[in-house]
């Protein structure tokens, strides 16, 4: 079955320094990969967007890359700052166009 | 852009009665909007897709004659719970995308909590 891991445990860094989240999936086939931010208690904000045939994309501070043969997407945030402490979700797209999400990987930046 | 609005942001009732979300897109026309469910720490499950003017889709396990999905119009849809029960209570989250849009935008969710 279709299956999109994220780490559960949670992820702590220093502020000022790369975070970088995995993505990793299995008997699956996207079209294209979706990043989104969730803050507690609130819905998700999407980030990025990036397709199969995308090896990397860039966003000011963020930048995924996306490898279809290791079924992996890295998603990371360069000069990482307390504000950036949410929960990263990953969600992937095939021929249906609906997107299945992983579990999210917690994010904290100390001070 | 894209901004996707909901209502009520919380909500409590007692065992029984039956409670109805909205949810708008302010700024675009939505021609498929998704509702979620989502439970402390877990992911986002979908239950349902609705197409403006057609009946919703279903994911497998979700009861649709207890979550009522209308999609009437290219801006609104609604979520009604019927007949809410304790098990019903959690984070209800709805998201809308346009033909012209890979992507969705999301609603800032509801918390259902049935007494």
């Known amino acids: 079955s279709q299956k999109i891991e994220q780490n559960s445990e949670a992820l702590n860094i220093q502020e000022g320094k790369t975070a970088t989240l995995t993505c990793n999936y299995t008997?699956?086939?996207?079209?294209?990969l979706q990043w989104y931010r969730q803050d507690p208690g609130r819905g998700p904000v999407f980030l990025l967007l990036?397709?199969?045939?995308?090896k990397e994309k860039r966003k000011e501070r963020l930048k995924v890359t996306f490898d279809t043969t290791l079924k992996q997407s890295l998603f990371h945030i360069t000069a990482s700052q307390p504000a950036d402490s949410a929960t990263y979700l990953c969600?992937?797209?095939?021929?249906?166009?609906?997107?299945?999400f992983g579990r999210g990987t917690s994010l904290i930046v100390h001070p | 852009g894209a901004v996707v609005s909901q209502h009520p942001s919380r909500v409590i009732c007692k065992s029984g009665t039956s409670v109805k979300i909205e949810c708008r897109s302010l700024?675009?026309?939505?021609?498929?909007m998704f509702w979620y469910r989502q439970f402390p720490k877990q992911s986002l499950m979908l239950m349902a897709t609705?197409?403006?003017?057609?009946?919703?889709?279903?994911e497998q396990g979700v009861e649709k004659d207890k979550f009522l999905i209308n999609h009437a119009s290219l801006t609104l849809s609604t979520l009604t719970v019927t007949s809410a029960h304790p098990e019903d209570s959690s984070f209800y989250i709805c998201?809308?995308?346009?033909?012209?849009?890979?992507?969705?935008?999301f609603g800032p969710g509801t918390r259902l909590l049935v007494l």
């Open positions: 998201s809308a995308s346009s033909e012209y849009q890979e992507t969705q935008y």
């Open positions: 008997n699956y086939s996207p079209a294209y």
């Open positions: 990036i397709r199969e045939n995308e």
């Open positions: 969600a992937l797209t095939g021929g249906s166009y609906i997107p299945t």
């Open positions: 700024d675009f026309q939505a021609t498929t």
């Open positions: 609705s197409n403006e003017g057609s009946k919703a889709t279903y």
